[in-house]
């Protein structure tokens, strides 16, 4: 990150030192019990840091239980930590009397990210915040935004250091040019290789589902064999296009890659490199809208953004894929290579319908932050016809479907449909809507989302129309939880604006009196709560509590799980290519590599083979196969510990024993 020359001139003489501080001659109260108050606080926030590091906190912070020698330990180590400074204010005054008040107020300033030193042993408590994150996320908020405020006064009390720290020299040039972008590369394969490598361990484990990766699948090889848009995952028996769901054009461009490899393995793969491959397009935005070390610091924490992982551990969407797209074509705008961005806006507006909303508010950011006018204009034009045209035209001739009412279902009138309804809700009725938005899951939802970023994308209003798109997905929803979770891939919508959000705001902060430095130390700020965030909710730096889309991931799979997994591959080894299958939710992602695949927790289809694992014969599934089993069409082909093959044209072996291990006994069966 280098400094700015004119700060550099700034600093020496904002910060008086030597001779000009026996300058003093009055008497300075309110600075005098500022700076003694400061330092009382940072001591005793040391002291408590200090003291409660042998602390057991986990039980602290759950029943408020602690021995009494541990706690009466803590207040005197508090105690002790406020006095020593206050003592040795009191001290220079005595001393030096007015001369010392200049010395105080800046050891006040040096001394005061002290402050935020307390609460830290307490907060990497993971265990506990994943029960209850709300105070977890306020706390962070507000100590971040505390620090943020006390660092630089303290960085201008080192004009030496900083001015050492930013000299140039050649060995710094060659480090500067090469070691930020090196940096980034390796972390970008490293996350995709880990996010690739555990998200396909997750599939082997059996905690992914028909919804959604057994669709995608299904999707991608009906594509391969000439059937568009066909999923009977999703849709069953009664057919239809899945663009009565979602439109996802984008799958055709990746078919014949799929064709190479097919199989969800490649799905896992394409998503895990995509959000990897990210950080460069974003490194690139802040290298060149600020310096190379901070895009550097940007990418990794990009890659290190707790509600990233939920995109990468919950099976497959292309949603998240519209991050790097996005980042790339905010990098193509800045840096001015039109092409880029033409081709970067057509594979945007394929990702899914919804993208295109977010491409509005950006040519809107464009356009009201002068950056450039015209093609932040044309850029919303261009997708609101996008939108329009493939939402309201193309996927209303394709059938008609739950979504909307599943999303939206607390806002739509009673006895009407769609978004028309949603819409006369917001104008009409403002104070329901308002208290649809400040539910607790909502305000938890926007802490991790923005907090952890110390609010920067929503500090001004130019920001804020940057990252509006990803409200009407997230925040406008109503009853369905994964929307408002870190969990899933619908934070997607938010990160693929709020860290360009972020980079616009810290270079326009550069552009202020000691802008590089309060920039600086912003970043470092900004890091540090992404940091710590990502510690007690992000799936990289502890793997003991975190649960990506439904299931928790364990990162290891026990000899049980590698037994499951071989018993399930040899029984789809057992099913022809070209045969119908029907399976229970968690098997069909490993058998849908075909055309004809369902879910039995819909129907069965009068399948050829039937996939069922004993653990989810329940509630609906339970319903289906009790049909099965009366229907008597289907025989026993193998049964490996809890898993079943069933099938109406291949079986041999009499079904009833299985039938009864599933709880389902024929009618009439003794």
Known sequence: MTENPKDTKLAPVVTPKGPKLAAATRWNLSELVTGTVMLALAGSSTGMFFSTLGVPLAAYLQTNTLESRDRVKLLIAIAVGAMLPVIATGVALVWKRRQAQPWIARAAKLLGPFVVLGPLPALVHYRFWNQKPLPFLVALLLLGLWLERLLPPAL?????????????????????????????????????????YFSLQQHRRLLTSAYDLGIYDNLMYSTTQGKLFHSTVLLGTKGGSYLVGHAEFIMLLFAPLYALWAGPQFLLLLQATALGAAALPLYGLGSRLISRGAGAVLALCYLLYAPLHGSSFYDFHWLPLAIFVNFSLIYSIVTNKHWLTAVCLLLAVSIREDVSVGLVFLGLFLTLSNI???????????????????????????????????????????????????????????????????????????????????????????????????FFFTFLTTNYDPTVSIRFQYSAHWISYIFPALTFGLAELSRKQHGTLRRNSTLFVVAGCVLLHSYVFGAILQRHTYTGGFYRVAFAMSESEKRQFNDVTELAKQIPQTASVAATERLVPHVSTRVTIYTLRSEHGDSEYLLVDRKEVQAAQRHILRSIVDGGKYKLVDRRSDFFLFSRIAGEQDPTSAFRALGLSPRGAT
């Open 156 to 196: 201008l009390e080192l004009p030496r250091l900083h001015l050492r720290l930013t000299r140039l020299t050649p060995l710094r040039l060659k480090l500067e040019r090469w070691l930020p972008l090196g940096v980034v590369v390796t972390a970008a394969v490293g996350y995709a290789a880990y996010t690739f």
């Open 372 to 470: 450039r006018p015209k093609l932040g204009l044309a850029i919303s034009v261009v997708s609101v016809c996008a939108f329009v045209g493939i939402r309201f035209v193309v996927m209303t001739l394709a059938g008609s479907f739950y979504l909307p009412n599943l999303y939206y279902s607390g806002l739509i009138i009673q006895g009407e449909n769609g978004f028309g309804s949603i819409i006369k809700t917001v104008i009409t009725n403002p104070t329901y809507f308002l208290e649809s938005l400040l539910k607790e899951e909502k305000v938890i939802y926007g802490l991790h989302v923005f907090g952890t970023l110390l609010l920067w994308p929503l500090r001004s209003y130019r920001l804020a129309i940057l990252c509006a798109g990803g």
